[in-house]
């Protein structure tokens, strides 16, 4: 185990995924978000591929016990990923990263509901936390529902990577119960080649053609989500989970960076105070979850004969 390559890796990981965001809000306003999952995905393909046969794994990782577990997978995540993207046309950068913090929250609850996962009042009071934090994110789109004056596309934007959320949370169930059979090669890979092929579902809903500027930001966004994946799933062999999750907020800074240099974007007060609250219920989650599982090494150390 090496931590502190685990969490630059984590950090890189954030990094590249926060820049291939930024690349699709560039382009939101002109590609359909139906287009843009196209490219994410097919040109994080190569990438994948040519990662699996450095590590000799292009043959024996691919090997798959649960075709059909892959294919909801890829449905439910697709559906997110779409949304997030049409999301990223709506909002600024700040406030799709805020939201999106709910995934996690809501896979406790989700994980409870169809996994059977044993939740105690410590996670629940943490995600109520969190759901407050975003709760706080959303109040000026939910005041616009009620007659606050603000533009109505952001709170279709607000929605939208609500779904978002909530298609995450459940896609990461899906992923809980693969990982039981299947290689972090297989999932990452498959889900790549199904969100391609989900992809073409929208072209009824209007595709464009994009030009040479937008295919090179299309095309690089694609490649930098391949690598992201990549150095997210390879973070995780370098160190603990518990120790490696609280840097996915570093993203926060991040899209604030990117959100004011690139865009613009000035978040309000109440981003930035929802945002704060649902990393600090993120965090404790992490923070609990690393001491009960080394409660539980301690409870198997003990149980194991000595001598």
Known sequence: MRPLRGIALKIASVTVLIGMSTLIKMVSDHVPPGEVVFFRSLFAIPV?????????????????????GHVWRGVVGTTAMGLSFAALG???LPEVTAIGYAAPLLVVIF??????EEVRAFRISAVALGMAGVLIVLAPQLDSLSGGGLDGTATLGAILML?????????????????????TAAIVFYFSVSATVLSFVTLPFGWVVPTAGEAALLILAGLMGGVGQILLTSSYREADASLIAPFEYTSMLLALALGYAVFGEIPGLTTLGGAALVVTAG???IWRESRLGLERVRQRKAMTPQG
């Open 48 to 68: 994948i591929v040519v990662w699996l046969a450095l590590r000799h794994e292009l043959r024996t990782g691919l090997r798959t016990r649960v075709p059909l």
């Open 283 to 285: 965090i404790a989650i």
């Open 111 to 116: 994980a409870a509901m169809f996994l059977g």
């Open 163 to 183: 779904g978002s959320a909530v298609f995450a949370a459940l896609a990461q169930v899906f992923v809980r119960k693969l990982v039981s059979t299947e290689k």
């Open 90 to 92: 709506l909002l600024p």
